[in-house]
């Protein structure tokens, strides 16, 4: 069935620094990507998204580009803030409006 | 005005006991969902509705009943609790579509089973 991969967590890293957090997926076909964080406390909200090869999805300084050749989705940013501190989830769309959700990953910045 | 919300917000009961949670959405979606997350933060559907007809049930215990009166709310009770039922729940919903619309989440309840 169609799956979603995330590295393992946390990412620590030094507010200005570049971030990527890797993900990649399995599926029939191409279904749309996206990317959901999560602050703490709160519930999920979408990031970006992109619904076909070659889209870049971008947000907040965050940009992921759909790779069909590598079925990767990577999620970077060029300076991170302590702000960015949250859980990130990488997620494909299957049939019937159903989200498949990789693991998290949990993104911790300090100043 | 809070898009999606959900009460409570903590829940705290003991194994045996029978509970509900709410959710009502004002955004005008036809699609909500359940979603649980465990303690290590992965997060599963346990079941969609669409203009209040049950779409999705992922293999989850006859003990979670989902309840959608109106297109705006969709509950959740749970019979008989158990240890492995505490998790934070949350309730999401979307416009259906064929690409995959953005979800929009409650904040969540956290249960507690002791």
């Known amino acids: 069935g169609n799956s979603v991969t995330q590295m393992e967590g946390p990412v620590t890293l030094s507010e200005e620094a570049f971030l990527t957090i890797n993900c990649t997926y399995t599926?029939?076909?191409?279904?749309?990507l996206f990317w959901y964080v999560q602050y703490p406390g709160e519930g999920l909200q979408l990031l970006l998204k992109?619904?076909?090869?070659?889209d870049k999805g971008s947000n907040k300084g965050f940009e992921a580009t759909y790779r069909k050749e590598t079925t990767s989705f990577h999620l970077e940013k060029g300076s991170v803030q302590v702000s960015d501190s949250a859980v990130y989830f990488c997620?494909?769309?299957?049939?019937?409006?159903?989200?498949?959700f990789g693991t998290g990953t949990r993104l911790q910045v300090f100043p | 005005d809070t898009a999606v919300s959900q009460t409570p917000k903590y829940l705290v009961t003991q194994m045996g006991n029978d509970k509900s949670i709410k959710c009502e959405q004002n955004?005008?979606?036809?699609?909500m969902y359940w979603y649980k997350q465990d303690s290590k933060k992965f997060l599963k559907i346990m079941f969609s509705?669409?203009?209040?007809?049950?779409?999705i049930n992922e293999t989850v215990p006859n003990r979670f009943s989902p309840k959608s009166p109106d297109k705006a709310h969709l509950n959740l009770h749970i019979n008989s609790l158990e240890l492995g039922d505490s998790a934070v729940y949350f309730c999401?919903?979307?416009?259906?579509?064929?690409?995959?619309?953005?979800?929009?989440f409650g904040p969540g309840t956290r249960l507690t089973v002791l």
């Open positions: 999401a919903s979307s416009r259906s579509g064929t690409g995959g619309n953005e979800q929009f």
């Open positions: 599926a029939t076909g191409y279904p749309s």
């Open positions: 992109a619904t076909k090869a070659d």
């Open positions: 997620a494909l769309f299957e049939r019937a409006d159903k989200l498949i």
């Open positions: 955004l005008g979606h036809d699609t």
């Open positions: 509705y669409n203009n209040k007809e049950l779409i």
